[in-house]
């Protein structure tokens, strides 16, 4: 059986083991240590400092895995989100409201009357501005329900987004 010779990884202490070992025990500190080769040097590292590094390593990984889970849930909430916004009349983009739903019912219902009223009392040509009263009435009441319905959709969908972060971030510290 050939024997090299190596160095302990802790205390330095001269050790003569067989060339196909994997492991070994130092005679003088009583560490346990992993044997290392590779084409011209044999070295022997402590198993405790592999254990500590070992742990640092699933450590980090288990940082960056769940970095990468709450990067991935944030940036799915971001393109659900844009599905849901709305863009006002000067380009800007904002988030649906359900009082601002109301508020454009009103306005637009508003509105449709105050042309019905108006047109009642002209005389000729009032039966056609009314009608455009009514159909403005209606396309306001369809828009302030569909915008209602938009906002409530979206608060649900962030509802939603809230509770998997705050689940995410529980698991987190659970571990």
Known sequence: M???SISC???GAPLRVPAEARFVTCNHCQSHLAVKHSDSVTWTEKLGELDERTERL???LSDLRYETALQRLDRDWE???ETYMITSKNGHRHVPTVGGAIVAGVVAGGM???FMIMMAGSRGGGGA???FGLVFIAVGIGIAIHSYQKAKDYLAAESRYR???SQLRSQRRST
Do not use: A, P, T, V
Request: net charge neutral; glycine share 14%; hydrophobic share 25%.
């Open 163 to 165: 509770r998997r972060r």
């Open 129 to 131: 501005m009314g009608l």
């Open 112 to 114: 449709g009357l105050f």
């Open 79 to 81: 393109r659900e989100r």
């Open 9 to 11: 990884g802790n205390c």
């Open 2 to 4: 050939e024997l090299s």
């Open 58 to 60: 699933e450590d980090e």
